[in-house]
């Protein structure tokens, strides 16, 4: 099975701080990688897919990249509202993996 | 729009069994891949089981591999997971995702197994 270590587990942040979350892969995935958002008590929403590709509808302040085993989601200036639980998933063989998850917090 | 509603989650004892299903609209549901995801409580998300649009290819998680079985009826745009032996541990929230890759999601239903 393919593991997928995501970091940080927290992060502490401010109003129109840069983030970055970063998923690492046990083995090679391709862009075969997602990342979500969840909030409590709502669905799963996905911001990216393909490693890189904005999901419609999806701010242009979230973006991914990498490819391979490294993949990064970065919100370059942060709203009240992405303040919530992220999550990649790898989607490049069965079983599919998740990371563990970054909750991201007001500081 | 895409839009999944997930039922049939309830409380129920441990080795019992329970039947969740996802109605789909605003698609050609016949034409997409869908997978089922869980969420325990205070965890994080957990893949379960994946069905092809035909219903001809299935997966599942070790976890649940024996105990669960995926079905689709493209006839009434529907998803099913039928849970028996169930165990404590399956406690969660249970969402249908469409696609391959879980493009879309439901909002889900809850499962509790405890006696």
């Known amino acids: 099975d393919i593991q997928m270590t995501q970091s940080p587990s927290s992060l502490s942040a401010s109003v129109g701080d840069r983030v970055t979350i970063t998923c690492r892969a046990s083995?090679?995935?391709?862009?075969?990688l997602g990342w979500y958002q969840h909030k409590p008590g709502k669905a799963p929403q996905r911001l990216i897919y393909?490693?890189?590709s904005l999901q419609s509808g999806v701010p242009s302040r979230f973006s991914g990249s990498g490819s391979g085993t490294e993949f990064t989601l970065t919100i370059s200036s942060l709203q009240p509202e992405d303040f919530a639980t992220y999550y990649c998933?790898?989607?490049?063989?069965?079983?599919?993996?998740f990371g563990q998850g970054t909750k991201l917090e007001i500081k | 729009e895409v839009h999944l509603v997930e039922s049939g989650g309830g409380l129920v004892q441990p080795r019992g069994s329970l039947r969740l299903s996802c109605a789909a609209s605003?698609?050609?549901?016949?034409?997409?891949?869908m997978n089922w995801v869980r969420q325990a409580p205070g965890k994080g998300l957990e893949w379960v089981s994946y069905?092809?649009?035909?219903?001809?290819?299935?997966y599942y998680a070790d976890s649940v591999k024996g105990r669960f079985t995926i079905s689709r009826d493209n006839a009434k745009n529907s998803l099913y997971l039928q849970m028996n032996s169930l165990r404590v541990e399956d406690t969660a929230v249970y969402y249908c995702?469409?696609?391959?890759?879980?493009?879309?999601w439901g909002q889900g239903t809850l499962v509790i197994v405890s006696s």
């Open positions: 995702a469409r696609g391959y890759n879980c493009g879309y």
């Open positions: 393909g490693a890189s």
């Open positions: 605003g698609f050609t549901f016949s034409s997409y891949e």
């Open positions: 069905i092809s649009s035909s219903g001809k290819t299935i």
């Open positions: 083995q090679g995935i391709r862009n075969a």
């Open positions: 998933l790898q989607h490049n063989s069965y079983p599919y993996t």
